[in-house]
């Protein structure tokens, strides 16, 4: 992890353009609060965590989210485009729609 330090002292990283600082305890010496960071990610602000790898990971998670939440309609367009799924279907629903694969799960070769 690449560390550096601004003017006033304070250990800091940046993930996906989060601020993570190194906020160390008697306890535990790894403690990493995130300070700031997109608009979106505004919940975890001021939230510590033990380690940063913890914080990466949700950091990651809040990002995938945002990423799946947008591409949702998008994607159900395109697979109706292709005809994965029926035209009519996407059109009453408005791309609220679960898409369950046309297989059994169970029965797939690995």
């Known amino acids: 992890m690449d560390w550096k330090s601004d003017k006033n002292g304070v250990y800091f990283t ?6 993570v600082e190194h906020t160390p305890t008697e306890t535990y010496n790894e ?4 300070v700031k960071g997109p608009s979106f990610g505004s919940r975890l602000f001021g939230k510590r965590y033990v380690n940063i790898a913890k914080a990466i990971h949700q950091i990651n998670i809040l990002c995938g989210e945002k990423l799946i939440g ?6 159900v367009a395109e697979m109706a485009d292709l005809g994965l ?21 169970t029965n797939v070769e690995l």
């Open 14 to 19: 940046k993930i996906s353009n989060f601020r």
């Open 31 to 34: 403690m990493v609060t995130i």
């Open 70 to 75: 947008k591409g949702l309609n998008q994607a």
């Open 85 to 105: 799924i029926p035209a009519s279907e996407f059109a009453e629903s408005q791309g609220n729609i679960i898409v369950e694969p046309h297989y059994s799960i």
